[in-house]
């Protein structure tokens, strides 16, 4: 059975650092489309940051510069790199994976969700 764990998060000053995980268990060929959402409080889920099987990346305009989307294939792991973080950032993170099983069938993924929280 495919699944996917999401780690990471936690508190931080404005202008911290913090990095998101989601990996992938079970037999995948690959992984293709990576997307991270959030949640801020109150509000609907919003897209941050995409990328394409073929290594095309977009991020949403207040992310832009500081925020960046990284694979390790070989562990199944994909990240979100968040620096120079900002109190409009604290949110619950989502990843959702869409992975190529080994039946050749592509599925999407989701995480649990983490929490990211900017404040001094």
């Known amino acids: 059975q495919v699944q996917l764990v999401e780690s990471g998060g936690g508190a931080t000053q404005p202008g911290g650092s913090l990095t998101l995980s989601c990996t992938v268990s079970?037999?995948?060929?690959?992984?293709?489309?990576v997307t991270w959402y959030r949640q801020p409080p109150g509000k609907e889920r919003e897209l941050v940051a995409h990328?394409?099987?073929?290594?095309?990346?977009r991020y949403t305009d207040s992310v832009k510069g500081r925020f960046s989307i990284s694979r390790d294939n070989a562990k199944k792991t994909v990240y979100l790199l968040m620096n120079s973080l900002k109190p409009e950032d604290t949110a619950v993170y989502f990843c959702?994976?869409?992975?190529?099983?080994?039946?050749?069938?592509?599925?999407?993924?989701w995480g649990q969700g983490a929490q990211v929280t900017v404040s001094s």
């Open positions: 959702n994976v869409r992975v190529l099983q080994w039946n050749a069938r592509e599925i999407g993924l």
């Open positions: 079970g037999r995948v060929n690959s992984i293709n489309n």
């Open positions: 990328s394409g099987v073929k290594g095309n990346e």
